[in-house]
């Protein structure tokens, strides 16, 4: 079987629009903020839990959180990824309906990977990872080993897309099909020159 496998964040989804609400609720400008919400979120992305990650932010601007805090934020983080590309979801239930096996894989959150899970459009992927339930993010080429197995294929048989040139890099590596993603027309082109 051929698998086709997706990234998340800035692939079926906009970039976050959280990231100017949470670093009001910091009390901060957004320059001063947004730094140090990436710099903390590889830890929360490799299964860090919530409060970790958001006392570990609160700690380098100096500014202390509670569980209370820290879920609010959390739910606005969450929010903020929420918003889906039209056109992309679109592609998704046309592949589906036309009997493709799709497979999602995310450097996110556990608490991000359930969100996921309870979406209804979450039914289109047959197989559904994220790298805070793993312990593992991409381009590790363990998460693209955890993949394969839970597909069982073999890296060949996998046509995988993401914006990030990095994991693009780490799924060749292991003899998957990559593609950077710049919007539909990158599958498009994918699957045109992928047919036989």
């Not at 009390?27 to 860090?48: M, T, V």
């Not at 805090?69 to 998704?92: C, N």
Request: proline fraction near 3%; hydrophobic fraction near 40%.
């Amino acid at each position: 079987m051929n698998w086709i496998v997706f990234d998340y964040g800035d692939v079926i989804s906009e970039h976050t629009d959280a990231l100017p609400t949470l670093a009001k609720a910091f009390g901060l400008e957004l320059a001063d903020f947004e730094p140090h919400y990436w710099a903390e979120r590889d830890r929360y992305d490799s299964g860090g839990s919530d409060l970790e990650y958001w006392q570990s932010v609160g700690r380098a601007l100096d500014v202390p959180v509670d569980k209370a805090f820290a879920d609010e934020l959390t739910r606005i983080d969450v929010t903020g990824w929420t918003h889906l590309e039209p056109d992309v979801l679109e592609l998704l239930e046309g592949l589906h309906e036309a009997g493709a096996a799709l497979a999602l894989l995310s450097n996110a959150s556990s608490t991000f990977g359930r969100w996921v899970r309870e979406q209804e459009w979450a039914g289109l992927f047959r197989v559904k990872l994220f790298s805070g339930d793993l312990g593992c993010m991409k381009p590790d080429e363990k998460i693209f080993r955890i993949l394969l197995a839970e597909l069982g294929a073999e890296p060949a048989d996998c046509l995988f897309f993401d914006d990030r040139q990095s994991n693009v890099d780490g799924a060749r590596a292991i003899g998957m099909k990559a593609e950077r993603w710049v919007g539909v027309t990158t599958a498009q082109s994918a699957f045109g020159s992928s047919e036989e």
